[in-house]
């Protein structure tokens, strides 16, 4: 059986196409700012070597799914990191 997130319901291991699926739809929406491709991989270096990055996907801390929320303009480190 898959595990699913308490909180928000969806799988905890997500697949490389779950990833692209949710970041394809993030991308499509209208309205939102994204973060430059050069500060969007800076992020994501920094969440890679974070202790809270977990299934290679997501922040043990806002249980975010970091390939989505570093990609957002205002996206934020809840430990202030980036
Ligand atoms: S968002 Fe911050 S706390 Fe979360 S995994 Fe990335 S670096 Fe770590």
């Known amino acids: 059986m898959t595990k ?4 928000c319901g969806l799988k905890t291991v997500l697949t490389q ?17 994204l973060a430059r491709e050069d500060e969007y ?9 974070c202790d809270s990055f977990i299934y ?3 922040c043990a801390v806002c249980g975010c799914v970091m390939q989505v ?3 957002l303009q ?3 480190c ?4 980036w």
């Open 4 to 7: 699913k997130c308490k909180r």
């Open 17 to 33: 196409d779950d990833i692209e699926k949710m970041v394809n739809e993030v991308m499509s929406m209208k309205g939102v700012r």
């Open 41 to 49: 991989m800076k992020r994501i270096d920094i969440c890679a070597e």
């Open 56 to 58: 290679s996907s997501t």
């Open 69 to 71: 929320r570093a990609r």
């Open 74 to 76: 205002d996206g934020k």
């Open 78 to 81: 809840p430990k202030k990191k």
